[in-house]
Every structure is written in structure tokens, then in C-alpha cells.
């Protein structure tokens, strides 16, 4: 079965340190997402992009993340200046088309801890 | 954000049926009504998701309510795999980024 695929599974970086979550997304996908999940609240959504451009983003996506596709098969968030409120659960996922009938295909996550 | 509203958490004996419950009374004509579930330490999977009619799936079945402002989702036999956190979800047309409540946790009693 065709999964998404998130590295590292942890990271840890020190705080104002900038981080790249790497993810890669199911071949043949259009559509791809980044969701966070801090420790013990809701999945929020951050930011969705497709052909090479980002569809939609969330308040929480601020000037200090950036998206991006390097090549054919990454997908990539960056966070350029971490701070401690970034540690949380990172999510990537891909679609193969848009539309509210589409399933979605979600990665295992990185967590990622800033101390 | 279309809004959902699902119990905080349910409990079910193995083998048995469980009925997770969704409110969804503010829900439009194009909303698709979807659900996942987190297994712990994992990210979301996907479930089903339906619009009108009730869906059957390897997973699960759905079933939608006639006027559309309520669904459940059977699990037809709970396995102690399936104890997660149930999120259902509205999918709005004009994008298909997702809201995530705060679900429903099933725990799964052998």
C-alpha cells in the first residue's frame, strides 16, 4: 500500500536553530499538507501546496516557515528560527486530486522537540 | 471551519459493534463527511467519508442521517487495534484542508 513518508521521526534542535522536516508524499499525489498536533491538543492544519505554489495557509504559518519542493519527490517545511512553542508533531500528507471527496494520505509525523 | 460535535470517549468490549456519533447540524448540501482516526504515536488514516447515501468499506461502514445533520460510523467488530481517537470531519468545497476536533477516544476492552 502506498504511504507518505516523514524523516526524521525526532528531531531535536535548540531554540532560534532552523529545522527542515523532510517528507515524502504518495508518487503520483498533486496536493500536499503540512498539519502540527502539540502534545495533548487538536491536528491544526498549516499549510497546503500544489504546483509549486501554496494553495492556502493558516494563521499559524507565519514568515518563520516555508514550504518547499525541491525536486520530484520531497516535500519539505521549513521553520527558520525555532521557538520552544514549535515543539509539536509535524504531519505531512498528500492527495491525489482536490476536492472535499478526496482521501488523504498522512505520514507517521515528526516530532520535533526545541529545548 | 465547518463544525462537528462527537462524544470525548466511548468504550467498547472486543468483538462487539461499536456506533461513533457525529453532530453535524450546521452542515451544507456540498459538505462530504469524512472520518479518520489517530492510533497513538501515529499520524491520521483515513476511514470512509460519504455525502448522502450510507458507505460500506473493509474498515467500516457509514451511515448518514436523511437530513444530513448527524452520522455514525460502525466499527462491526471492535479489535483491541482499533482503539484511536475518531475525528470526524467536514469537507467543505471551496478546499479540502481539514479541521480536526477534539474526536472521540475509543478504548477497546478485551
Known amino acids: 500500500e502506498p504511504e507518505v513518508t516523514q524523516t526524521p521521526s525526532h528531531q531535536v534542535t535548540q531554540m532560534g536553530q532552523e529545522v527542515i522536516l523532510r517528507c515524502v508524499p504518495i508518487s503520483n499525489h498533486l496536493y500536499f499538507y503540512w498539519y502540527r498536533q502539540i502534545l495533548g491538543q487538536k491536528v491544526e492544519f498549516l499549510v497546503s501546496f500544489y504546483n509549486n505554489e501554496i494553495s492556502e495557509k493558516s494563521e499559524i504559518f507565519d514568515d518563520q516557515f516555508s514550504v518547499e519542493r525541491p525536486d520530484g519527490s520531497n516535500f519539505t517545511l521549513k521553520i527558520r528560527s525555532t521557538k520552544l512553542e514549535d515543539s509539536a508533531m509535524y504531519f505531512c500528507a498528500s492527495t491525489g486530486q482536490t476536492g472535499p471527496g478526496t482521501e488523504a494520505f498522512f505520514g507517521q509525523g515528526t516530532r520535533l522537540t526545541v529545548v | 471551519d465547518a463544525k462537528t460535535t462527537q462524544p470525548n470517549s466511548m468504550e467498547s468490549n472486543e468483538e462487539e459493534p461499536v456506533h461513533l456519533p457525529c453532530n453535524h447540524s450546521t452542515i451544507s448540501g456540498t459538505d462530504y463527511i469524512h472520518w479518520y482516526r489517530q492510533l497513538p504515536s501515529q499520524g491520521p488514516e483515513y476511514v470512509i467519508h460519504?455525502?448522502?447515501s450510507n458507505v460500506n468499506n473493509r474498515m467500516a461502514s457509514l451511515a448518514i442521517a436523511e437530513d444530513r445533520k448527524s452520522s455514525t460510523l460502525i466499527l462491526h467488530r471492535a479489535t483491541l487495534r482499533d482503539a484511536a481517537v475518531y475525528y470526524c470531519i467536514l469537507i467543505t468545497n471551496t478546499g479540502n484542508q481539514f479541521y480536526f476536533g477534539t474526536g472521540t477516544s475509543l478504548t477497546v476492552i478485551p
Open positions: 460519504g455525502l448522502t
